[in-house]
């Protein structure tokens, strides 16, 4: 079974947003000995980091960028595997994003995303040309 180009491309965003989606979890996670339950943990610090003054506006970027990336990348995933399924094309759109998605991945230190939407959004141009 051969996979069009677009399918790949679907797959690679699908797949680089594994690792900032992944960071989430790690954040979100309470301390194995604390016994606090996971979603009065996930909300302290989703209050911390989002709410609180003592945060420096450097963080707060790092985190509003965090939670950018995995669901633009979960979007590019999902719409270039519908223009898959009705035989469409990436229009002009879908590249710019997933060039958008590729730096802001670098500016936060994710290379292993940042390699894979590249990579998604190559594959996505191409079959747009083709």
């Not at 000995?33 to 790092?62: I, K, N, W």
């Amino acid at each position: 079974m051969k996979l069009s180009e677009l399918r790949i491309a679907s797959l690679e965003f699908a797949f680089s947003a594994a690792l900032p989606l992944g960071v989430w979890f790690m954040l979100l996670s309470p301390d194995a000995s604390s016994g606090v339950p996971f979603l009065q943990s996930a909300g302290s610090f989703l209050a911390y980091a989002f709410t609180d003054s003592e945060v420096s506006p450097t963080l707060r970027v790092h985190y509003i960028l965090l939670t950018v990336l995995p669901a633009q990348l979960l979007l590019l995933s999902v719409m270039t595997w519908r223009q898959a399924s009705s035989k469409g094309r990436c229009h002009f759109w879908c590249i710019y994003l997933g060039w958008v998605a590729t730096v802001i991945a670098i500016a936060l230190f994710y290379w292993p995303s940042a390699i894979a939407s590249a990579l998604a959004t190559y594959h996505a141009g191409k079959a747009a040309v083709a």
